[in-house]
């Protein structure tokens, strides 16, 4: 049995009375791309760099690779991308990347096309011979995504990959985890872009003021089935009997239907028209992972 890429049990990290993460129990599958979400100050980088090591927990136990925390050798099969970096500014794009080879401990035979690979990946190639210091945000976080994929490691921890990327640049980011994935690649992806999340990750967990709120499949977390339709020609009995389909909530022309039965637009729309409206449009309404994840942070703070 392999064990999971991550696991934490009730991880806490104080700083001084800041209660950075109070205590944090999940677990990442081998080969998911798993998405770490919540608000500023939620304690994601505080989680990310207790399981680098970076940063003692003050509570709590956790497994990165089967090792424990800590543990350095685990730590070469893990690629990182920290929220706040610098490369030294004087060395070019190529040199940062052997600089990290060195430190990922490759064979110096393999320096060179790891190399290649990683800067052809993040598309830096035309400038890796640039330094550093000539170049924009956005380029610099697509070498630090270059730096955390160098040895192909068994896992990759983003943390904010896509904060400074145009949308080319967040595209490229998403075709990235999306090839790590097919390769069995582990991913675990700090972000509050919660569009971005949605499209690549698997599973993911929101955070809180230091606890999760919510954790699951993507889909399981953005709620059940719903519709909209735009409409005219409806009475308000007429509307009122759209209630046995689902919840409805009328906005002007647009009917928002909620909590449908699988397989009950057809006969909702069939019920519309036989009662003498007229349908212009009928549209799926998925309730976004943005809007499930503002639901859940705004009633939290409500309380
Ligand atoms: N080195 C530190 N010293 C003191 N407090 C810290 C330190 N690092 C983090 N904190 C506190 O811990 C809490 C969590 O911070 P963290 O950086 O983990 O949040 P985050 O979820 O990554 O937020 P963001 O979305 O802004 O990156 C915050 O209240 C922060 O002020
Ligand atoms: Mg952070």
Known sequence: MTTPAIHTQDLAKRYGKTVALRALTMTVERGQ?????GPNGAGKTTAVKLLLGLARPTGGEAWLLGARIGDRRARLR???LPELFRYQQ???????L?????LARLERATWRAEIARTLETVGLTARADDRVAGFSKGMQQRLGLAVALIGAPELVVLDEPTSALDPV?????RRIIGELRERGTTVFLNSHLLTEV?????????????EVIASGGVSDLAGEPAVRLRVTGLDPAARGSLAAFGSVQDEGEWLHVRGL?????????AEIVRRGGRIYAVEPEHRTLE???????GERERK
Do not use: Q
């Not at 004087?90 to 940062?96: C, D, G, K, Q, T």
């Not at 039965?261 to 729309?269: H, K, S």
């Open 261 to 269: 039965r699988d397989g009950a637009v057809p006969d909702l729309v």
């Open 33 to 37: 791309a798993f998405g770490f979400l």
């Open 98 to 102: 052997v600089l990290h080879c060195e």
């Open 291 to 297: 809007e499930r994840f503002i639901e859940l942070v």
């Open 90 to 96: 004087w060395l070019s794009a190529r040199e940062v």
């Open 198 to 210: 949605e499209r690549v990750c698997d599973r993911v967990a929101i955070v809180d003021r230091g």
């Open 78 to 80: 893990v690629g990182y």
């Open 169 to 173: 640049g967040r595209f490229d980011v």
